[in-house]
């Protein structure tokens, strides 16, 4: 072996690919039981974007109301639209209170009632408040804690690496292979157990909430690697997106009391939701904003609609919401205090993605058969806790509790597991994407990415129909074909920005296909995915969650029933 | 919003060809309303791929894009152009080692939290549910908490310049934030590590961390309470 090559080669009992609240919060039990643990990610640890969530992390604590675990329960799986598996649900319910007792003693700086008790405000969908807040930087400060922890015991981190393969054979994971971004270059990676925390995919969409990184990676991955995606077709769109530029304003403005406004001054939404008001899911409210605006009623009857903060006056604004008021400040020279904010739907959440069982294993097939070493968590993942819509706090919750149960399920397997040998060649197909891309066409990743997202935005957005999604899958497919002759201006090695985003497009132009065609077939309108052509809901034929592969070129699908427990969560008519 | 022509100089440095940093102009023409963050993309996306800089969630919190525009250190994303008029220079933040134009080194920043002990240090039996905090109790290390470790402080402190040992602006505020943590038993230990000359005692309160600090914290009066601490500690 040459010594290039021996130094590029680790051999670590977990890896983890991707450093936000999942990937951190299982490396950090990994490496509390004294096994070598990796985090693989694309950025520094604390520029993940788990940083970006702001309003809170749910949990039934009551400690400004009365609550309880079935409460949180029923709410999830009503806000789900009823896809959501139940005994997902429940174990999720049942750990949240440990999630936030911990991240409590880990440090985590939690807004305090007067008495000094965690502090807990509204949130959409919650019949109490729940979420658990700091501020309105509760992601950031989240982020921050675990990667202190994760520092206090020693988890290596592999920072800008960019994951090209997994390494799999006879439904075994034995490590992966990614670009050293920063040096440039491949490094193998052989291990017992593999956690893909790679989060979300919004940023096929143009108008987004997501952060460039968030390029649906390890959802790419596992399509390529032959095994299924669950639910693509369910993505949520925000309703408090910066107006142009998709930016989140949280939840938690709406959970203080923020109003969401029509052209005519009108709270709108007690004509959609007149129990919850603005403080329905963000499916009902996105959707009522949508209709808002394509019925001419936007601002000046344009596509935006206001979020107006000022009745809580400038104590409240500037204590409880800071990081809203200056986000309207500085990309709007908005002044919440003084002025109503402009909002429009943005793509914000992946209830899809890499299927696993309740042990966080990815699973190969609608019989649940899993793969061996490789687990998933976080919003990268499907378990399917938040089925057709999530409801918010509960994705804080859920990459930290499923964190937590994925690196104590990895921490077992590798104890009782010995490195698998790696298939012959791991290098190959991670050399020829980047070879294939150096020697490259014509075609500039930056103009294909473009007419992606401006494509997904108009034609896989709040309302989706037929029509429109025919030509989408037309378009996609029209994109992937030009990919093949994209070349990069950029042939060195070290921080090759350009090669990066040209791999990122890939992913990109993969899982796009699969949301379309997840979302044609899908002939029924549920939670986040709502069809014009299709309106309702429809239990009979659909309360079923869709598994999607690329074989031969082609996306087939299987499905899988939802699992329904209990009598008193049955489906039923979903009204706030 | 109209389309505007202006002139972008960067601080250019490929690895695999330059010998050392050298200025390259751009004219572009881009929209009024664009931050500096637009302005690479778009040099970067429709103009020359070779440009290098980091970004991420491009909403002021990731702590990726902090640059030198001006002279002055900003998150790019943030950072509206008209701020700054038709004619922008854009660097690397100063005190770090270039690895690619706008994108620095930052593992011996990284490196230096380590050494604070950055984390809760608790002697006693956690309790059941949450530490008793009240709201006075975290006011005390709140605004410490916005921190994102983007660097920009480091990189406008004359006193880190010329002594890469100097723990700096960042890592000891993150001891601050530990040490005037009420649930936190760690100060002795803590408080030991930051008198030393590259210590807190480094400090020599220029307030240029304040000024470079996109989240405003007041970097300075915290370094300052937190020398106050160590001298009542060593009493």
């Known amino acids: 072996m040459k010594i290039e090559e021996a130094r590029n080669h680790h051999q670590i009992d977990a890896v983890i690919v991707g450093a936000g609240l999942a990937g951190l919060r299982a490396a950090l039990e990994v490496a509390k039981s004294g096994l070598t643990t990796a985090v693989i990610t694309k950025v520094y640890p604390t520029r993940s974007h788990s940083g970006g969530a702001q309003g809170g992390i749910a949990a039934a604590l009551a400690n400004v109301s009365e609550d309880s675990l079935e409460a949180h329960m029923f709410d999830t799986i009503k806000g789900s639209d009823y896809l959501a598996d139940q005994d997902v649900v429940e174990r999720f319910v049942n750990e949240a209170l440990k999630t936030v007792y911990e991240f409590e003693h880990m440090g985590v700086p939690f807004s305090r009632t007067k008495d000094g008790r965690i502090n807990q405000r509204p949130f959409g969908g919650h019949s109490q408040p729940r979420a658990c807040f700091a501020q309105d930087i509760t992601g950031h400060v989240l982020l921050h804690t675990l990667y202190e922890q994760c520092l206090r015991h020693n988890v290596l981190f592999f920072n800008e690496f960019q994951v090209l393969s997994l390494q799999l054979k006879d439904d075994v994971c034995r490590g992966l292979v990614a670009w050293d971004i920063r040096a440039g270059g491949l490094h193998v990676f052989q291990a017992k157990a593999v956690l893909l925390a790679t989060g979300g995919y919004g940023r096929a969409w143009k108008v987004t909430s997501n952060a460039h990184a968030n390029t649906g990676d390890g959802v790419a991955l596992v399509l390529e690697a032959g095994l299924p995606l669950e639910d693509m077709e369910f993505v949520q769109f925000h309703p408090t997106g910066l107006y142009k530029h998709g930016i989140l304003l949280s939840e938690a403005a709406r959970g203080e009391g923020a109003y969401i406004v029509n052209d005519a001054g009108e709270r709108f939404m007690k004509t959609y939701a007149a129990a919850k008001m603005e403080l329905a899911p963000r499916d009902v409210v996105s959707r009522a904003e949508q209709t808002e605006i394509n019925e001419g009623r936007g601002i000046q009857g344009q596509d935006y609609v206001y979020l107006d903060l000022r009745h809580l006056g400038k104590e409240k604004i500037l204590t409880r919401l800071p990081q809203i008021h200056d986000l309207a400040l500085n990309y709007l020279k908005v002044d919440a205090i003084t002025d109503p904010v402009p909002i429009q739907p943005t793509a914000h959440y992946s209830m899809g993605g890499i299927p696993a069982n309740l042990n966080t294993e990815v699973i190969k097939n609608a019989a649940g058969q899993a793969v061996k070493g490789l687990y998933t968590a976080g919003e990268a993942s499907c378990l399917s806790l938040h089925g057709a819509n999530r409801l918010g706090t509960n994705s804080l919750q859920d990459a930290a509790t499923f964190g937590r149960i994925a690196g104590s399920h990895m921490t077992d397997y590798c104890r009782r597991s010995a490195f698998a040998d790696l298939p012959a060649k791991p290098l190959e197909s991670a050399q020829a994407k980047i070879d294939r891309l150096f020697a490259g066409g014509k075609e500039r990743h930056a103009a294909i990415r473009e007419e992606l997202q401006v494509n997904m935005t108009r034609n896989m957005g709040v309302f989706r129909n037929q029509d429109d999604m025919l030509k989408m899958l037309a378009v996609v497919k029209e994109l992937q074909d030009r990919y093949r002759q994209v070349g990069v201006d950029d042939k060195g090695r070290a921080f090759n920005l350009d090669l990066i985003e040209a791999l990122e497009l890939e992913n990109l132009l993969s899982f796009s296909e699969v949301i379309v065609e997840g979302a044609l077939a899908r002939k029924e309108s549920r939670g986040a995915h709502f069809r014009s052509d299709f309106p309702r809901r429809d239990d009979g034929n659909w309360l079923k969650h869709t598994l999607a592969w690329r074989r031969d070129g082609k996306i087939v699908m299987d499905y899988s029933k939802a699992v329904v427990i209990y009598p008193q969560y049955q489906p039923q008519e979903r009204k706030y | ?235």
Request: proline residues 6%.
């Open chain 2, 1 to 235: 919003m109209a389309k505007i022509d202006i002139h972008v100089n960067i601080l250019r440095y490929q690895p695999d060809s330059d010998e050392k940093p050298h200025w390259q102009e751009f004219a572009i023409s881009v929209d009024d309303d664009s931050t500096i963050l637009d302005v690479l993309n778009e040099i970067h996306w429709r103009h020359d791929g070779t440009l290098a800089y980091r970004r991420s969630c491009r909403s002021s919190i990731c702590g990726s894009c902090a640059m030198k525009v001006n002279g002055r250190n900003v998150l790019a994303c943030e950072t509206p152009i008209h701020r700054f008029g038709r004619k922008l220079k854009i660097e690397p933040l100063s005190g770090f080692q270039i690895i690619k134009d706008l994108v620095v080194d930052l593992d011996p920043f990284f490196e230096k939290l380590r050494r604070i002990k950055p984390y809760l240090i608790v002697d006693n039996p956690l309790p059941d549910k949450e530490f008793v905090q009240t709201p006075e109790q975290l006011e005390q290390i709140g605004e410490s908490t916005l921190c994102i470790l983007c660097a920009a402080c480091s990189a406008a402190c004359p006193s880190s310049w010329p002594n890469s040992e100097y723990l700096g602006p960042a890592a000891l505020l993150k001891a601050y934030r530990f040490v005037f943590d009420s649930r936190d038993d760690g100060a002795d230990d803590r408080l030991e590590i930051v008198n030393d000359k590259n210590g807190v005692w480094r400090c020599h309160t220029i307030f240029n961390c304040m000024e470079a600090c996109p989240k405003k914290i007041k970097i300075t009066e915290y370094l300052s309470r937190l020398k106050l601490k160590v001298v009542e500690n060593s009493l």
